[in-house]
């Protein structure tokens, strides 16, 4: 049973930095594809960031600001988010894939605001 739990989300000012973390247990975070996806306000989800061996893969919109990390002794995957804005403000999803499996976390709110 893959599992995924989110931390690290909350509340900034524009400019300011929030590192996600996101906990895998039945995956092996190396092995598969792990990403971040968000989802703001009556806006579709979108990816972020996602990275498996040997490829990294950004939003535009993110790129240079945001970076994607695994953690493989404790198997977990972290989005280090800098230069935040007021468009970042969304709920952050940890993702996994796995075979045909897709497997979600249950979000962390990220809140940008002055």
């Known amino acids: 049973q893959v599992q995924l739990v989110e931390s690290g989300g909350g509340l900034v000012q524009p400019g300011g930095s929030l590192r996600l973390s996101c906990a895998a247990s039945?995956?092996?975070?190396?092995?598969?594809?792990m990403g971040w996806y968000r989802q703001a306000p009556g806006k579709e989800r979108e990816l972020v960031a996602s990275?498996?061996?040997?490829?990294?893969t950004y939003a535009d919109f993110v790129t240079g600001r945001f970076t994607i990390s695994r953690d493989d002794a404790e198997n977990t995957v972290s989005l280090q988010m800098n230069s935040l804005k007021f468009a970042d403000t969304a709920v952050y999803y940890c993702?996994?894939?796995?075979?045909?499996?897709?497997?979600w976390g249950q979000g962390t709110q990220v809140t940008v605001s002055s």
């Open positions: 039945g995956i092996i975070v190396r092995l598969n594809v």
């Open positions: 993702n996994a894939r796995k075979g045909a499996g897709t497997f």
């Open positions: 990275t498996t061996i040997g490829s990294t």
